[in-house]
C-alpha cells in the first residue's frame, strides 16, 4: 500500500508561483506513475498532469501546460508540482495520486492511492 500526504497549498496572488510537494510511503512507490488532479469549489474532479515512475515521460493538461511543471525524486519519495504564473481559475483542491502502473492516467480511475488534499487559492 501507498500512503500520500500534500503540503505547500496556500494563497497566493495572480502571476505568482506555489510549489506543492506529495511525501508518499509505501513499497511499491518506485514502481509507481504519479499524477496530479483539482477539483474546485462546485466542479468535478480534472487532470492536471502525470510522470512515469522514472521520471523520464511526463504529461499535462492544456490549460496548465507550459505553466505547471510536474518532477520526482525517487530517493526521497516525492513528487512536485511547480506552478508559475497561477490564475484565479487554478483555485483548488489540489490531489496526488499513485498508480500500481508505470505509467500513468489522464483519468482518476486509473489511480489508485490518494493523498488528502492541499488548497490552492489564487487572488486577482
Known amino acids: 500500500q501507498v500512503q500520500l500526504v500534500e503540503t505547500g497549498g496556500g494563497l497566493v496572488q495572480a502571476g505568482g508561483s506555489l510549489r506543492l510537494s506529495c511525501a508518499a510511503s509505501g513499497r511499491t512507490f518506485g514502481s509507481t506513475a504519479m499524477g496530479w488532479f483539482r477539483q474546485a469549489s462546485g466542479k468535478e474532479r480534472e487532470f492536471v498532469a502525470t510522470?512515469?515512475?522514472?521520471?523520464?515521460?511526463?504529461y499535462y493538461a492544456g490549460p496548465v501546460k507550459g505553466r505547471f511543471t510536474i518532477s520526482r525524486d525517487n530517493a526521497e519519495n516525492t513528487v512536485y508540482l511547480q506552478m508559475n504564473s497561477l490564475k484565479p481559475e487554478d483555485t483548488a483542491v489540489y490531489y496526488c495520486?499513485?498508480?500500481?502502473?508505470?505509467?500513468?492516467?489522464?483519468?482518476?480511475?486509473?489511480?489508485?492511492?490518494w493523498g488528502q488534499g492541499t488548497q490552492v487559492t489564487v487572488s486577482s
Open positions: 495520486a499513485a498508480a500500481r502502473t508505470a505509467s500513468g492516467s489522464v483519468y482518476y480511475t486509473g489511480y489508485d492511492y
Open positions: 510522470i512515469n515512475w522514472s521520471g523520464a515521460s511526463t
